[in-house]
T-cell receptor, first 116, second 109 residues
Framework: AQSVAQPEDQVNVAEGNPLTVKCTYS??????LFWYVQYPNRGLQFLLK??????LVKGSYGFEAEFNKSQTSFHLKKPSALVSDSALYFC??????????????FGAGTILRVKS | SQTIHQWPATLVQPVGSPLSLECTVE??????LYWYRQAAGRGLQLLFY??????ISSEVPQNLSASRPQDRQFILSSKKLLLSDSGFYLC????????FGPGTRLLVL
């Protein structure tokens, strides 16, 4: 069975400092991994994905994520946090075999708070 | 480019009333379509998905139903709303990556 864990309910960071939002996964076969961001009362916005290739994936708004197969992790990172990065972040996974419907499994979400 | 629309944006309905939420996608054909519910501003629950017109798969037994009358239209319905149906409803489409609509806030009183 596929699963995603986001071990931190909330991450607090000062503006200008680097940030990391953690994600670990379990899936059969090679994983397809995704990060989304959600602002209050809005839909989820796609940030980045890992399918294959370079383990460091760059995405929107200066975010990047590092795929680590041995640790089954896909942590989201940004070198310098902005107050406007404060939001709810979701990690999601599916296996390489799409299956019927190409469904994703989402983590519970991590609230990121960036303080000025 | 592709866009996804949901309406209404917000809805307040009495218990026992019917429901119809609509989702439409532009700029693509034969997408996979999904309905999610988000309660208490956190976790996402997949309710229904569809891989084609008239093809609906339900993920959880509940008071809701879904239909796909056209390729790029996905409708979420209920005959009688319950208090527990309150939440934030999100529609998404995909070919490989899922893209989400703006959501509908439903409050059942």
């Amino acid at each position: 069975a596929q699963s995603v864990a986001q071990p931190e309910d909330q991450v607090n960071v000062a503006e200008g400092n680097p940030l990391t939002v953690k994600c670990t996964y379990s899936v059969s076969g090679n994983p397809y991994l995704f990060w989304y961001v959600q602002y209050p009362n809005r839909g989820l916005q796609f940030l980045l994905k890992y399918i294959t290739g370079d383990n460091l994936v760059k995405g929107s708004y200066g975010f990047e994520a590092e795929f680590n197969k041995s640790q089954t992790s896909f942590h989201l990172k940004k070198p310098s946090a902005l107050v406007s990065d404060s939001a709810l972040y979701f990690c999601a996974v599916r296996g390489e075999y799409k299956g019927y419907g190409n469904k994703l499994v989402f983590g519970a979400g991590t609230i990121l708070r960036v303080k000025s | 480019s592709q866009t996804i629309h949901q309406w209404p944006a917000t809805l307040v309905q009495p218990v026992g009333s019917p429901l119809s939420l609509e989702c439409t996608v532009e700029g693509t054909s034969n997408p996979n379509l999904y309905w999610y519910r988000q309660a208490a501003g956190r976790g996402l629950q997949l309710l229904f998905y569809s891989v084609g017109i008239g093809q609906i798969s339900s993920e959880v037994p509940q008071n809701l139903s879904a239909s796909r009358p056209q390729d790029r239209q996905f409708i979420l319905s209920s005959k009688k709303l319950l208090l527990s149906d309150s939440g934030f409803y999100l529609c998404a489409w995909s070919r490989d990556t899922q893209y989400f609509g703006p959501g509908t806030r439903l409050l059942v009183l």
